[in-house]
């Protein structure tokens, strides 16, 4: 899927649109300097990293894009499949000549994340970071998948939250309860109708950069054990349980969230 030509430069206020293929404008947030980290939200859009692009900002380069379908972007009907936005995002770390790179994806970001580290041809990444992740197959387990409640028209985020919605009066933006119907269709489309790979954690013996599962103990909407499973299916791989957290760690419980990340990344070398 990946095309010879560079990614297209085109216009953007609040941050820079590129086309990697013609039809396709990808939304790229990119603050800070230093260090490059790749940050992918999941189906709670990017509000819901918000916290995790500001935290790396500080001391880091922080490439954060929109999935196409969420945030009113365009998404190509031939654009389907976690292949996809795999190979983007990889030609993107190679257009921009980013090496060392710390990808971190929080859960379906989570899946694109580990998939990237597997197919790393060119070695752009440096570590890894999946938090509530799905994309395994496990047995007696099921991951659950929002529906649309209602609420504020389509374009306005998306994705599975739990408990407090932390932000609220802070400025910070906070995920909807649950996913606008096109984030909706696009996840679908993306995940396809098993909403797994059952040969992702077979795949993932090749990751040979440090890696971290963080998960939420009270995750009810992709269970820890899905973090357990990539932790033993990478070599090498740490996992940590965060108390208090669900599904989206990094907004329920962030200074403990963030503190794992950091000793993790300073055991690392990072």
Known sequence: M???TEFTELTGSTGST?????GLPLTVRDVGAGRPVLVLHGGAGPASVSGVVDH??????????????????PR????TGVDDLVE???DLLDDRD???????????GGWIAAEMAVRDRGRRIGG?????????????????????????PPGEGSGPAQG????????????????????????????????????????????????????????????PDYGRAYAAAIPGARFELIPGAGHLPTREAPEVTFAAIDAFLDAAGR
């Open 56 to 73: 790396f900002a500080a001391t880091s380069r922080v490439l954060a894009p929109t999935h196409p379908g969420w945030e009113d972007t």
């Open 98 to 108: 980013l090496r060392d790179v710390l990808v971190l994806g929080s859960s379906f």
């Open 128 to 152: 890894l970071v999946v938090m509530g992740a799905f994309g395994p197959r496990l047995e007696g387990h099921e991951v659950r998948f929002p529906t649309a409640p209602p609420g504020p």
């Open 164 to 223: 407090p919605r932390p932000g609220a009066g802070s400025g910070a933006p906070a995920p909807r309860p649950g996913p606008s119907p096109a984030a909706l269709q696009a996840l679908a489309a993306y995940v396809g109708p098993a909403k797994s790979d059952p040969k992702l954690l077979h795949r993932l013996a090749r990751v040979t950069v440090p890696a971290l599962a963080v998960w939420g103990e009270d995750d009810t909407v992709v269970p």
């Open 76 to 79: 190509p009907e031939w654009f």
């Open 88 to 90: 983007t995002y990889l």
């Open 2 to 4: 990946s095309t010879p």
């Open 18 to 22: 590129v086309e990697p293929y013609p």
